[in-house]
């Protein structure tokens, strides 16, 4: 069965860094556009990233464009380097696969993969 596991979620002070990290079972992930979505305390899952299979064109969410960097690898591993980390990025960060590509995917239904998410605290 195809899955997705997330990695590196952790504790950080405002303003530091992590890397999240997702690992896919199967190379048909390959053709997938791999996201990353967030649900802090209290709130919906949001769109936090993603990266097309074709041409690997990343997008980000607008509350983390320029801090976020999204990237995947030939394997279909796709990352998250988190800089500059707030206080609000707080939340559990799941790793999401979708068949879409244009579009770019960024709501939850056109994902039809999911990890089991990894917990992200900033703490201010």
């Known amino acids: 069965q195809e899955h997705l596991k997330e990695s590196g979620g952790g504790l950080v002070q405002t303003g530091g860094s992590l890397t999240l990290s997702c690992a896919a079972s199967?190379?048909?992930?390959?053709?997938?556009?791999m996201g990353w979505f967030r649900q802090g305390p209290g709130k919906e899952r949001e769109f936090v990233a993603a990266?097309?299979?074709?041409?690997?064109?990343p997008y980000y969410a607008d509350s983390v464009k320029g801090r976020f960097t999204i990237s995947r690898d030939e394997y279909s591993a796709v990352y998250l380097q988190m800089n500059s980390l707030k206080f609000e990025d707080t939340a559990v960060y799941y790793c999401?696969?979708?068949?879409?590509?244009?579009?770019?995917?960024?709501?939850?239904?056109?994902?039809?993969?999911w990890g089991q998410g990894t917990q992200v605290t900033v703490s201010s």
């Open positions: 999401a696969a979708s068949p879409s590509a244009w579009p770019p995917p960024q709501k939850a239904y056109e994902y039809d993969h």
């Open positions: 990266v097309t299979w074709d041409d690997g064109t």
């Open positions: 199967s190379s048909s992930f390959r053709h997938y556009t």
